[in-house]
């Protein structure tokens, strides 16, 4: 019989720097989706990859001294590197200067300019090159991007429009037949009042004003702009193109979810699906829209100096418990968190105490008792019963929780099942069982049903921590790994034995971890200002050769400085520094730590809930080992006095702007 397939798609990462752990998320989650359906039997087809074209890569590639080919290089090797340590079972990796793609977007390019989708026209707007996105003017927030909060510049230009309103009846008609197109139900309602219902314009679809882009063909002068570029990697992939559709499109188009950020929601459930009406093609059967990964209560920015990377926290943690970290605290509809603290306290009490601990004192005590040959006695007692109805429930539980991709639900029940075998090993209490010569038969069947049990979870935790699930299932020496094996309780065969325990995870000593991780962090800064300094001073022997600097600055150098207000959340002394405060302070939709000077004017107590004008755009900073975010404004009399700047209305919204 042939197997049912499954298509599945994340996002391709964008090869402007190193990816953090926020994008190293959307690999993890999909692969252990991925992961999942060929434990249920699928025929899975994986994919991921790089996008490599676009203004902004031009203009790093340029300020690097470097082609723009050797830098995308570059960056998809890194991307790559990281999918591989995490672990990822993708299938193919694409990458959008792959000559097959180049060729086959040119074709989807021409044949939408035939058919009279696309036209030529010019552009006048605001353009935001981080996200490689034209705005009107009313679509800006505070006068800057609406998706990621950075400065836009005006730009006009010609360009190649596609007719967007052309498809945004049938596109609606589409959403409204099938509910679960767009997931979670929030970012659907989010892509309809927001986008669709407004009316849609039409969207730019070429560049004339940079050259690092796949040519269009019929007009020299244009390179065929990001999205119909980056989208249309889902199909190229599989062989698609205008004139011939390949073996693997044939057999896996359309796709059976395309796993993305919520960031990029539109251009996935707006653009791309009319871009494959337009072609005549199906649209993917649904597209999820994942949450951030929060360092703290920020997203993660190299602006903002906390970003947290992969490798990193793999060479402190080891993958699988990373794996494990990112999937179990992301919510399925929510922002996670991420923090040294809270992965330590999740590999300590999660992995080390519940499931390390229950594999390997059950393995140790069959090798103890019983030179590890586990053996299935039938004397049962009724808590027996209890236990085997909690895992063949919890297991169907874990299941349905995966099929709607709740990897963080299905997570905690498998940990529940630890949790409950635990408590079994207090209730039977096999040391005590094993002084007593009459109670062997008992102790065998308590450790039969411990092994059984810990069978159902080595096989369960397979698509999250597949090393982990090796180990598991290897230290129990199962042959029955499949998950048809977990339709009864009662598998594993007696006679089998058990091979020696080895601890899945060790505890950490906080303290001493978090000490390790500051000195390296602390050692990375001064690496970097090292470099800044010496980048520091070329331009400033640059500035000497010039003459008549002028002391003024211009209206234009002054509009450079964002300042908003902030209320203080909180506020305590830095540890051993008389003149410096540490203050929580919350910015608009994010919380800022800022270091200030102003301790022997302010106590903390007077701080907090304070409005005061901070800095925002300052490139953060350590002042005596503390991460800085940005600067508070204060002002100072000849005698030193300090009094801060605050706002004179006090019910001000924090995160207003000053003008």
């Known amino acids: 019989m042939e197997k049912e397939k499954f298509y599945i798609t994340s996002a391709i990462a964008y090869t402007s720097r190193k990816p953090h752990i926020g994008n190293t998320y959307e690999i993890v989650l999909t692969d252990a989706i991925a992961r999942f359906k060929r434990l249920m039997g699928y025929d899975v087809f994986f994919l991921t990859g790089t996008d490599e074209h676009g203004q902004k890569i031009e203009e790093i590639a340029k300020n690097e001294h470097i082609s723009c080919k050797e830098h995308v290089d570059k960056i998809s090797g890194q991307i790559r590197d990281i999918w591989n ?45 981080p996200c490689e996105t034209f705005f009107t003017q009313s679509q800006l927030v505070d006068g800057k991007c609406p998706d990621c909060g950075r400065e836009v510049v005006s730009a006009e230009e010609e360009a190649y429009f596609f007719k967007m309103s052309k498809y945004q009846d049938a ?28 009316g849609l314009q039409d969207l730019c679809v070429s560049r004339s004003s940079f050259k690092w882009g796949i040519p269009v063909t019929f007009d020299d002068k244009h390179v065929i702009y990001v999205w119909i570029d980056a989208l249309s990697n889902y199909i190229t992939a599989l062989g698609y193109d205008v004139d011939t559709k390949g073996d693997l499109y044939k057999k896996y188009w359309p796709a059976d979810v395309h796993i993305i950020g919520k960031d990029i929601l539109r251009f996935h459930t707006i653009y791309w699906p009319i871009i494959l009406m337009a072609l005549g093609e199906p649209l993917p059967k649904q597209v999820f829209g994942h949450p951030w990964l929060l360092n703290g209560a920020s997203k993660m920015s190299k602006s903002l100096g906390n970003v947290i990377y992969a490798d990193d926290l793999v060479r402190h943690f080891g993958v699988d418990a990373v794996r494990y970290y990112v999937l179990r605290e992301m919510p399925y509809a929510q922002d996670g968190t991420i923090t040294y603290e809270n992965i330590i306290a999740r590999c300590n009490g999660d992995l080390a105490n519940t499931l390390g601990n229950l594999v390997n004192r059950t393995v140790a005590m069959s090798n103890k008792y019983f030179e590890g040959i586990i053996t299935n006695t039938g004397v049962t007692e009724d808590v027996d019963g209890e236990v085997k109805d909690f895992i063949l429930k919890t297991k169907d539980e874990v299941i349905a929780k995966m099929n709607e991709f709740r990897a963080a639900d299905s997570l905690e029940l498998i940990i529940s099942m630890a949790r409950r075998l635990n408590k079994y090993i207090d209730e039977t209490e096999p040391w005590a069982l094993a002084k007593d010569e009459s109670k062997t038969d008992r102790l065998k069947e308590v450790l039969y049903n411990l092994l059984e049990g810990i069978r159902f979870i080595g096989v369960l935790l397979k698509p999250f921590m597949p090393d982990t699930s090796e180990s598991i299932l290897l230290q129990i020496n199962s042959e029955f790994n499949t998950v048809d094996t977990l339709d009864k309780f009662g598998y594993t065969k007696s006679g089998t034995v058990t091979n020696n325990e080895s601890p899945l995870f060790m505890r950490i000593d906080e303290k001493k971890k978090l000490e390790e991780i500051e000195a390296e962090v602390a050692k990375a ?19 000497d050769k010039k003459d008549d600097t002028p002391s003024e600055i211009s209206i234009d150098d ?19 520094a008389d003149k410096l405060l540490v ?36 490139k953060p ?37 000053v003008r």
């Open 85 to 129: 340590l995490m672990n990822a079972s993708y299938d193919k990796f694409i990458r959008t200067t792959d000559d097959y793609h180049e060729k086959a977007v040119q074709k989807i390019f021409k044949k939408l300019y035939d058919q009279g989708d696309i036209y030529k026209g010019k552009y006048e707007g605001m353009y935001c090159v």
């Open 171 to 198: 596109l609606m008609k589409h959403i409204e037949e099938h509910p679960d197109f767009i997931c979670p139900e929030a970012r659907r309602k989010e892509m309809v009042n927001n986008f669709l219902k407004p």
């Open 525 to 543: 800064q001064k690496e970097a200002e090292k470099v800044n300094k010496k980048s520091d001073k070329k331009e400033d022997k640059k500035e």
């Open 558 to 576: 002054f509009a450079k400085i964002n300042l908003k207000v902030g209320k203080v959340l909180e506020c305590r002394h830095v540890d051993g």
């Open 583 to 618: 203050s929580q302070i919350k910015i608009g939709d994010e919380v800022r730590q800022i270091v200030s000077g102003i301790a022997k004017h302010y106590s903390p107590e007077d701080m907090i809930g304070k409005k005061v004008v901070v800095v925002t755009n300052l």
């Open 621 to 657: 900073v350590k002042l005596r080992g503390v991460l800085s975010q940005g600067m508070i404004l204060a002002a100072s009399d000849e005698n030193g006095k300090l009094s801060l700047v605050t706002p004179d209305d006090e019910n001000l919204d924090d995160g207003s702007e």
